[in-house]
Structures are given as C-alpha cells and as structure tokens.
C-alpha cells in the first residue's frame, strides 16, 4: 500500500478515519535539532535514519489530512528543565489551529512540574508525552509522584517513551516503567514503540495494569524489525488484549512511508487470533477512546 491509497483503504473498511496517537510537531527551531541528530544517526545510533517527512509544518498538516488521519496527538518533549512549560504553551496554540490535532502537553521532573501539568489540563490537554530516553531521567523521581498521580486521577492517557529503543538510556526499560505503574496502578499508560526492544516484557506489563497500552509506533516495520523482531507469539499476545494496542507511527521524522506502518498492521489483522474488528480497533476506536473523541 502507498501513502496516497490509505485514506481510500481506510474509507473501504467503513472507518471514520484513522486516529494517531503517536505523532510529533514541535517549534521550528526545536525540529530543525531533531532533524539535525537524525542527519547523523549513523554515528548516533549506528545506522542511517533519513528522515521521510522533512516539510514545512502545514504541509505536514496537509499530508497527514491526505492519509485520512482524522485525529491524532501532536507530542511534544523537554530535553532538560525549564523547558516543558514553554513546549506546553506552544503546543497548545499549534492545536488550537489545526483541528485534527488533539491538545497535549509533556512534563519533566522540575520543581512546580504537578503545577504546569494540572494548568495543562485544565487548559484541555487530553494526551501527554513523557520521553525518558530523550530526557535522560528516572520516571521514578520524587519529583514526579505528583505528576504521575495527577494524571492516574485525571484518567488522561500519558505516551512514555521508556524503552531501551534506539538506545539504552540510564533509566530506560521495563523493569524501571513498572515500578511507576506499581506506585500508581490506575495510571493510563501508553507504552511508545511497544516497548522496543522489550516487546514481551511491555505485553507482560499490559497484561498485569488495565490501563496499560502499547502503541504500534514504528513496530513490525522492516526499518525496525532488525533491531527489535516481533516475538513469535506477538498475534496471539494482541488477541488477549485488542483494546489496548493503538495506532502511532512517530510521523514525520520515520525513515519509511507512513503507509508502511498501517501496512504492517493490516498484516497482524490476517491471523486467524485478531482479524477485521481488531483492525477497526487499533487504527480509529481504541485511539478515539483514548484521547476522548
């Protein structure tokens, strides 16, 4: 399947459109960095990672319109303090223009971070990003119990990039992610990447946390499958909890064609275990639940 035959693809399976709760927009001078390190991921990480989507934010905005995308989260994250606030602010105007975008908000373990974060949510942030790699701490900083109880209460869904994917960080894995859940088992929890490279280990966690998801972002593609291949009983895996897996892609900074991601997708609905109403759920009703459409 190519780009421009998704948004037809996805009207043939009578959906209102596909929901994207992984994807990122961030100020200019913020994604111009971005870009920068990925330019050089093969010294970064090994491996080169050009980026697929590098276009002016509203040609972004168009494309993803194009795909059928009908709503999605535009994640935002600090990489050091003093920083969030100002990225909450941002993001919110960037969702206040554009309709499909979902407001969302990020966090950072900072002094007065509970405070920014419940101004955010009183604001309507209804998605939050929490990028342990990037950011380079311990979700289980004191400084966060505040915020992570916040959001538990809130019941408003938290996309924590946690896993040793690309790279392990200092504070990265499941192991660590847990005992978060453990102190706060009601918090809605989406598990970017499934987890990369720990797939089953974040299966493990959504079977043992009901609110616990795992978002498709960049797994079972082939860019990743060599660094991370799907467990053997991946399918199986789903089918014990179809309601918690949900479309992200990481668009645009992916090194492939957004279609390759629903591609993949499509291929898990072919096992006997999941088929059409899995497919429905992971690409618009779990996403639309989520983020309270």
């Given at each position: 399947m190519r780009d421009g035959e998704l948004a037809g693809w996805v009207a043939e399976l009578g959906l209102p459109g596909l929901v994207d709760v992984h994807v990122h927009f961030l100020p200019d001078a913020v994604q111009r960095k971005v870009w920068a390190y990925f330019?050089?991921?093969?010294?970064?990480?090994?491996?080169?990672?050009p980026v697929h989507y590098r276009l002016p934010a509203e040609e972004r905005v168009a494309l993803l319109r194009s795909f059928g995308v009908v709503a999605y989260a535009p994640l935002v994250y600090p990489h050091k303090p003093g920083m969030a606030r100002w990225l909450n602010s941002w993001v919110a105007e960037f969702s206040a223009g554009v309709p499909e975008a979902v407001p969302t908000a990020t966090l950072f373990p900072e002094p007065?971070?509970?405070?920014?974060?419940?101004?955010?949510?009183?604001?309507?942030?209804?998605?939050?990003?929490?990028?342990?790699?990037?950011?380079?701490?311990?979700?289980?900083?004191?400084l966060l119990e505040g915020a992570w109880g916040l959001l538990a209460e809130a019941g408003v869904p938290v996309v924590v990039h946690c896993g040793h994917g690309p790279l392990r960080g200092d504070h990265t894995g499941m192991a660590v992610f847990a005992e978060v859940l453990e102190r706060h088992p009601r918090l809605t929890a989406v598990l970017a990447h499934a987890g990369m490279p720990e797939i089953s280990a974040a299966l493990d966690l959504v079977d043992r946390f009901p609110r616990v998801h795992v978002d498709t972002t960049m797994v079972g593609v082939g860019f990743a499958t060599r660094i991370a291949p799907l467990p053997p009983d991946w399918e199986r895996r789903l089918a014990g909890a179809p309601d918690r897996v949900v479309?992200?892609?990481?668009?645009?900074?992916?090194?492939?064609?957004?279609?390759?991601?629903?591609?993949?997708?499509?291929?898990?609905?072919?096992?006997?275990?999941?088929?059409?109403?899995?497919?429905?759920?992971?690409?618009?009703?779990n996403g639309a639940r989520l983020l309270g459409l």
């Open positions: 330019d050089d991921a093969t010294r970064n990480y090994g491996t080169e990672w007065g971070v509970a405070d920014y974060l419940d101004a955010a949510l009183r604001a309507g942030a209804r998605c939050v990003k929490a990028h342990v790699q990037v950011g380079a701490y311990d979700p289980r900083d004191p479309l992200g892609t990481d668009f645009p900074s992916i090194p492939y064609p957004y279609a390759e991601q629903v591609e993949a997708i499509r291929g898990w609905a072919e096992h006997p275990a999941l088929g059409p109403g899995f497919l429905r759920a992971v690409l618009h009703d």
